[in-house]
């Protein structure tokens, strides 16, 4: 998601239009705002993990993580 929001981004600000032009007229960059949004609520995932290695839940609307859901991963 977030790779989108910037790739996105970057498709609309390049400057040589490699594939034409794709800048709408009302565009005052939302999806940099949008990808700096969403990275920011992804932040606490990172944070205190000891690896670097993010924790697979973190609730985005309250910027917490859920440590304390099972991890669970059935394989068939």
Do not use: W
């Not at 970057?10 to 400057?15: A, G, H, S, T």
């Not at 990275?39 to 993580?65: K, Q």
Request: aromatic share 10%; with cysteine; charged share 15%.
């Amino acid at each position: 998601m977030l790779g989108g929001l910037l790739s996105a981004h970057m498709l609309i600000i390049d400057k040589e239009q490699p594939f034409g032009d794709l800048t709408p007229d009302f565009y005052d960059n939302e999806l940099l705002y949008l990808a700096h949004d969403l990275a920011s609520r992804l932040m606490p995932a990172f944070e205190g993990t000891g690896t670097g290695i993010p924790y697979p839940r973190v609730s985005l609307p309250l910027f917490e993580v859920r440590v304390h859901i099972p991890h669970v991963c059935v394989v068939i």
